[in-house]
């Protein structure tokens, strides 16, 4: 079955970017009418969405993040990757890839997570 | 970007039903084909519970069911069993997606 798998830095500086790669197995990420998002949880703030991207090119932010996000799809790789600019502690949470379908605004299929600290 | 409203926690007998709420501004829920559910088990992903207000994925027990008018929305869980023993989101889109607060549920 199709299966999400999130990778990256467990720890990154305040100031620097936030960089996170979600690898799709099982199925192409080109298969279908799919999106791919990340979505965040922190202990203070939640569930946050970050955004999506298909793999036509086209993507949709969450606006409070919008200036500092960058959703990237390498098609021959069959990844997902997330880069978020200027981190700060807020920005300290657990990072999921996750799979949406057309334009619905729900997510059928989710990967286990990564912890992404912040700290000097 | 508005907020949707959960209650904290909630709690329940094996068996019995439980409802939970999510309040949203009139925008948010009164497009209750956006509104979903996730169940997510402690050190665990979040899991499609409802989508579009009222739909289960395949796979999802029917004890699980989501209202489809009003608002508040609401997922209700029947003949609850220990393994309902979780957090649940109500996620819902205006503008941009947004998650309700959480519920724990306890089942007691």
């Known amino acids: 079955q199709v299966q999400l798998q999130e990778s990256g830095p467990g720890l990154v500086k305040p100031s620097q970017t936030l960089s996170l790669t979600c690898t799709v197995s099982?199925?192409?990420?080109?298969?279908?009418?799919?999106?791919w998002s990340w979505i965040r949880q922190s202990a203070g703030k939640g569930l946050e969405w970050i955004g999506r991207?298909?793999?036509?090119?086209?993507?949709n932010y969450n606006p409070s993040l919008k200036s500092r996000v960058t959703i990237s799809i390498e098609t021959s790789k069959n990844q997902v990757s997330l880069k978020l600019s200027s981190v700060t502690a807020a920005d300290t949470a657990v990072y999921y890839c996750?799979?949406?379908?057309?334009?619905?605004?729900?997510?059928?299929?989710w990967g286990r997570g990564t912890l992404v600290t912040v700290s000097s | 970007q508005s907020a949707l409203t959960q209650p904290a926690s909630v709690s329940g007998s094996p068996g019995q039903s439980i409802t939970i709420s999510c309040t949203g501004t009139a925008s948010d829920i009164e497009g209750f084909n956006l509104v979903s559910w996730y169940q997510q088990h402690p050190g665990k992903a979040p899991k499609l519970l409802i989508y579009e207000g009222n739909k289960r994925p395949s796979g999802v027990s029917n004890r699980f069911s989501g209202s489809k008018s009003g608002n508040p929305a609401s997922l209700t869980i029947s003949g609850l069993q220990a393994e309902d023993e979780a957090d649940y989101y109500c996620?819902?889109?205006?503008?941009?997606?947004?998650f309700g607060g959480g519920t724990k549920l306890t089942v007691l």
């Open positions: 996750a799979r949406g379908l057309g334009t619905d605004w729900y997510f059928h299929l």
């Open positions: 099982g199925d192409s990420i080109n298969s279908g009418n799919y999106y």
């Open positions: 991207m298909y793999t036509s090119g086209s993507t």
């Open positions: 996620c819902s889109y205006e503008g941009t997606v947004i």
